[in-house]
């Protein structure tokens, strides 16, 4: 049986972990497990955990790291038989060390995108959110505005991408991420990418697990046949 693979991706709001996450999903076939996915499914299902952390989403906070932690394990524990790339956690050091105390990471993807871009970004960014389904007005604008190409439902605009939530949050994130960054660096696992265009970023995260992936089944392979 080959090694699994096992990845987190991180880097501000508005910096393309959607968008880059779903193309390595399809490209390498690993499962796409979205932080901020699994906070609106709590929130929409009123759960504890989801009603708290909508109380802090609304200021543009991040929400606490225990809360965090107790809603994102027990879906890893889920997940013990696939490759998996994680979204949008960790985001805080406690997180990193909580999720390093349940399982190995292979790589930790950093996007580095520069405050104007991200704002750009977020100001056309447009989601269905029964789907998670992500659209930019500039960048993959959906076949009728407003409109969700595959239900035809309306999309909306998130609280948190509004610009002054936006900038609360990305002061908290450059607080935050530091520690997070370092202690990936210090695990020999970081690597960051650094542009203002998901394009150009793409070829190169998709060469780097491309060798990844072989390095690691290949091994598995080896192991196997001593
Ligand atoms: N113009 C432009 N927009 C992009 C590019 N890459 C992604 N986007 C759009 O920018 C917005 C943010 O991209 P996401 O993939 O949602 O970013 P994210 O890091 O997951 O954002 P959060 O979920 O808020 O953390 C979306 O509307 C994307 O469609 C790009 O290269 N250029
Ligand atoms: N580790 C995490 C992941 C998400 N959140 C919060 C922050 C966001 O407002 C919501 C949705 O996360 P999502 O990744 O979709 O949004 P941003 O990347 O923050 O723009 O959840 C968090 O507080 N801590």
Not at 37 to 58: H, P, Q, S
């Amino acid at each position: 049986m080959s090694k699994l693979f096992r990845a987190v991706i991180m880097g501000p709001p508005g910096s393309g972990k959607g968008t880059i996450s779903e193309r390595i999903a399809h490209s390498f076939g690993l499962k796409h497990l979205s932080s901020g996915d699994f906070v609106r499914e709590n929130i929409a299902a009123k759960t504890e955990a989801g009603v708290l952390a909508k109380t802090y989403i609304k200021k543009g906070l991040l929400v606490p790291d225990h809360v965090m932690t107790r809603l994102l394990l027990p879906r890893l524990e889920e997940m013990t038989k696939y490759s998996w790339l994680l979204d949008g956690f960790p985001r805080t050091l406690a997180q990193a060390e909580a999720l390093n105390s349940a399982c190995d990471l292979d790589v930790a993807i950093n996007l580095n995108i520069p405050l104007e871009t991200l704002k750009e970004r977020l100001q056309h960014r447009w989601i269905h959110p029964p789907s998670g389904r992500v659209y930019n007005m500039c960048f993959n604008p959906p076949h009728v505005q407003g409109k969700d190409d595959i239900t035809g439902e309306p999309l909306i605009q998130q609280e948190d991408d509004r610009p002054e939530a936006l900038v609360a949050r990305l002061r908290h994130y450059k607080d935050v991420a530091k520690p997070v960054i370092d202690f990936y660096k210090a695990k020999g696992i970081l690597y960051t990418f650094s542009d203002t265009e998901t394009d150009r970023i793409w070829p190169n995260i998709s060469t780097l697990l491309s060798t990844k992936i072989s390095t690691i089944q290949s091994d598995a392979r080896c192991a196997s046949t001593h």
